[in-house]
């Protein structure tokens, strides 16, 4: 379904300007070859909500009909594959269709009562499983490098400022006006705390900050996999969304047979 337009691609030699791109992102990533600086990575609770952009209800009725009689179109969309150049078997596109439906749904079908599941399942396919992947190879070469933390988050605050809830049935956002001290306001100031002490000091939570709940940020590591759960509170968890991305982890290496690196 190509759910992604647009994505960074290999610029081509050009002997008049410098290639800002030169090589895949996951390779360098895979071999360590990158520049090593402290880096900041981070998810939405549920990504799948960009699909719904420019949706209304017939559109998405169509795509999620489409879905539910052809899974073999989510399997076509997995990640780190090599579909794109060749085609995969009919056999294995039956077989890992058949458990990534059981999985997220179960006996239920595809359709609009069950569509905070379809989201879930693209929000991996979209961004979580690369997401994963990244932080995976992020946190491997952070413990051979010291000065290149990595940081993990979850974005999972939804205040009255979210707007693309309402993309499918409002055409005109209602005037919102907020206190100095609601959640959404507080949310805020903590981002700007956050990303400003990142920036400043390479820790998104130094020592001398004392306005973020005394929360302390473990960077991601290859032995404790942590991240920051970023909603009313903030909360240091490890194994984000570790359940489904458990099932993709087994999928990759039982069945497609491309082992990921967590």
Request: proline share 8%.
């Amino acid at each position: 379904m190509r759910p992604l337009q647009w994505l960074p691609v290999v610029e081509e030699p050009d002997p008049l300007e410098r290639r800002f791109l030169a090589r895949s992102p996951a390779a360098a990533l895979a071999e360590g070859t990158f520049r090593s600086v402290p880096t900041m990575m981070g998810i939405n609770s549920r990504e799948g909500m960009v699909l719904l952009a420019g949706m209304n209800r017939r559109s998405l009725a169509r795509l999620l009909q489409r879905v539910d009689r052809d899974f073999g179109l989510v399997v076509g969309d997995l990640p780190f594959t090599p579909w794109a150049q060749q085609p995969p078997p009919e056999a294995l596109v039956r077989q890992a269709g058949h458990l990534i439906r059981s999985f997220f749904f179960g006996r239920q079908r595809v359709a609009e009562r069950t569509l905070p599941v379809f989201l879930d399942l693209y929000s991996d396919i979209i961004f979580n499983i690369g997401v994963r992947e990244a932080a995976a190879l992020e946190a491997r070469w952070a413990s051979e490098r010291p000065e290149s933390p990595h940081y993990l988050y979850r974005f999972s605050f939804d205040g009255r400022l979210g707007f693309i809830k309402r993309l499918m049935g409002t055409t005109v956002l209602p005037p919102i006006s907020l206190s100095a001290d609601s959640p959404d306001m507080e949310t805020r100031r903590r981002l700007l705390t956050l990303w400003t002490n990142f920036v400043k000091y390479g820790d998104p939570t130094p020592k001398n900050c004392t306005d973020l709940d005394s929360i302390q940020w473990e960077s991601n590591r290859v032995d404790h996999d942590f991240y920051l759960d970023i909603n009313v509170n903030l909360t240091l968890r490890e194994h984000i969304f570790e359940s489904r991305m458990k099932f993709w982890s087994d999928l990759y290496r039982d069945v497609l047979k491309i082992p990921l690196s967590w």
